[in-house]
């Protein structure tokens, strides 16, 4: 039996918030899907985004870059988790971040009037959205104070321990910049590591 994008969703936010058939019913209306291949981007940068995403496979990160062309990752997006840059999503600003696909990705989109009308009609998806906020907010504050508080060998240790699949795909130089990093220096902890 073939598995709708949709019903895929719902199986891997069962954890967090359980749907009724109705609700159902207004997510296959409401999401769409797209699938993405490697180097894709899904939010342009000095464009406005767009969508709230929910990826269904692969992995993606969210960065800026500076007025010198260099790239800083300040996230990463794992199947079953959410990814968005939320101030321009909320706002309907451009943003200063973009997303981009490390692998060929799957993500199920909700555009802002489509989340606005699954709000009203549907009560878990508030309960849903405020979890999904809460944990952005989480997310960020604790990359933050690991970023302050953390020598470059323990923010590595953090980020194999907590972003173990991502530090077999991601490339060094988004690891690094993730990290407050230079490449040489990650490449260094690295080999410290191993040996």
């Known amino acids: 039996m073939i598995v709708s994008p949709v019903d895929r969703f719902i199986q891997a936010i069962a954890p967090l918030q359980i749907f009724n058939e109705n609700e ?9 899907f797209k699938t993405l291949r490697t180097g894709d981007l899904l939010v342009e940068e000095n464009k406005r985004c767009t969508h709230l995403s929910f990826v269904l496979s692969g992995y993606l990160r969210k960065f800026h870059t500076d007025e010198n062309g260099n790239e800083t990752t300040s996230e990463f997006n794992s199947p079953g988790s ?4 939320y101030y321009s999503f909320y706002t309907e600003q451009v943003s200063f971040e973009s997303i981009e696909a490390i ?9 802002f009037r489509a989340l ?3 709000y009203s009609n549907s009560f878990n998806m508030n309960v849903l959205g405020r979890k999904v906020l809460e944990r952005s907010c989480i997310l960020r504050e604790l990359w933050l104070k690991k970023m302050i508080s953390l020598s470059g060998t323990e923010r590595y240790a953090w980020f194999i321990s907590e972003y173990s699949d991502v ?9 690094a910049s993730f990290l407050g990093l230079k490449p040489e220096t990650l ?3 690295r080999r410290k590591r191993i040996s």
Do not use: M
């Open 187 to 189: 490449s260094r902890i």
């Open 167 to 175: 530090a077999k795909i991601a490339r060094l130089q988004h690891i």
């Open 103 to 111: 692998t060929d990705a799957e993500v199920l989109q909700l555009s």
């Open 116 to 118: 606005q009308t699954l």
């Open 82 to 85: 959410f990814s968005a840059v």
């Open 24 to 32: 159902k019913a207004l997510f296959q209306q409401e999401f769409s």
